[in-house]
């Protein structure tokens, strides 16, 4: 009888173990366009969205507007992790947004972003 209670403790821990390695095993990839206000943003976001092919748009985009020395890139950021980004920013990325489509406009403390989700696992 014991050695189930000591096994199912174990168990438990194990579990436990297993669900904090996914969790922060969580990435995603992004591109943004920073801008300063949030009729830009919705500007640049209408664009986007009347466009045949809207990724290569936000890219093309992100280049001639975007205030982040990432815009010359198209806007990427590359591969990061829950908590690296403004809360705001993480939020989407993580939570509420959608990869594959343009989110926003999200306002942090930088100004007004554009968000293009390409990857989360």
Known sequence: QKMKGTQTILLCALALICMVNVAQAATAAANHILVNSEDKCNEIKA???AADDKFAKFQELAKEHSTCPSGRSGGSLGEFSPGQMV???NDVVFTTGSV???EGPVKTQFGYHLIWITKRS
Do not use: D, N, P, T
């Open 47 to 49: 664009s986007i969205e």
């Open 87 to 89: 809360k705001e920013f």
């Open 100 to 102: 594959g489509q343009v």
